[in-house]
């Protein structure tokens, strides 16, 4: 039904994030090259870097750990896309390519859909250490690129980027993107070792490594994808809400071939559910307090409980 190989064309009524193109780049929002990345700004990596691979073994899954080490991440500075996609490319079909900052959602499905994860072509200042609002390259290749690696989770990736083509049709971004945001980005996964993270969103943050699997104050809920589809999120602040999934496997058929048409018929434009909410219909793992975020959050300085 959909030409995945072309870049979609969404109409002027489906609801979109107004990104303005840089006018030296093609429809696609790739740059012609990477960066070159100054010495203060490798170094600067390898210090992001360091910092989360001391907070993160017990925290995250095996995968991850498995991924950084076929990619050689370990060896100093920001990765070459070119060397990372040597060797990513015959594990999964996948490439990393460098893109300005966030790119429209068309845009980004379309590069999905083909295999292609876009990655900020710039590093976070100093002055950003802790939270930066968009995604730069420590968070779009250390956070994500080692999943890619792992054939089920590349998959699930893959089928995502093309479940793309039907949230257009359907006007439904918003529900899709909760879906990312609470897999790709906050996603949490059981393992015989105990729960562990997967999504890029934790793996690259030093205050919410921890507190997505020992704090008091989140929900953790099992995966239900039509529910978390109906689900708001936090984009600037630690989340309310984790969706924890038994394995890859389980995720990859989640999505795969999923009628998402009707979800979409059944859904209005708003979410149905607000982040800290617990249903009935849940199988809840851990029923949180609320109370980092009823002291305030981040805008508060409340301590992350």
């Not at 499905?109 to 950003?128: C, V």
């Not at 969103?201 to 989140?218: C, D, F, N, T």
């Not at 249903?279 to 793992?285: I, P, W």
Request: hydrophobic share 35%.
């Amino acid at each position: 039904m959909y030409d995945y190989s072309i870049l979609p064309e969404p109409s002027t009524s489906v609801f979109m994030a107004c990104l303005k193109k840089p006018n030296h780049l093609s429809d696609d929002w790739l740059e012609k090259e990477q960066k070159q990345y100054s010495l203060e700004e490798h170094n600067y990596w390898d210090k992001l870097y360091k910092r989360q691979m001391d907070i993160l073994p017990g925290l995250a899954c095996d995968q991850f750990f498995e991924g950084l080490k076929l990619l050689d991440f370990d060896q100093g500075g920001v990765p070459d896309f070119n060397k990372t996609n040597e060797i990513l490319d015959p594990l999964t079909g996948w490439s990393v390519v460098a893109v300005p900052e966030l790119v429209p959602d068309h845009v980004f499905f379309y590069h999905l859909a083909n295999k292609r994860f876009p990655a900020g072509n710039f590093i976070r200042s100093e002055e950003e250490e802790k939270y930066i609002e968009l995604p730069d390259v420590f968070h779009d290749v250390f956070g994500h690129v080692p999943m890619l690696t792992d054939p089920n989770f590349a998959r699930y990736m893959e089928e995502y980027g093309k479940a793309g083509w039907k949230a257009l049709e359907y006007n439904r971004l918003k529900a899709l993107s909760a879906l990312y945001w609470y897999t790709v980005e906050f996603g949490l996964i059981n393992t015989d070792k105990g729960m562990r993270i997967y999504g890029a969103g934790i793996l690259s943050s030093a205050v919410e490594s921890s507190y997505s699997l020992e704090a008091k104050s989140p929900n953790r809920i099992h995966l239900n994808v039509d529910r978390v589809m109906r689900t708001d999120y936090k984009h600037d602040d630690l989340q309310q809400s984790y969706f924890v999934i038994d394995d890859f496997d389980e995720l990859f058929k989640l999505t795969q071939g999923r009628p998402f048409e009707q979800i979409y018929q059944k859904i209005g434009p708003a979410f149905q559910y607000a982040p800290p909410a617990v249903l009935e219909v849940d199988h809840v793992y851990h029923h949180g307090t609320q109370e980092y975020q009823q002291r305030g959050g981040k805008p508060s300085g409340a301590t992350p409980v």
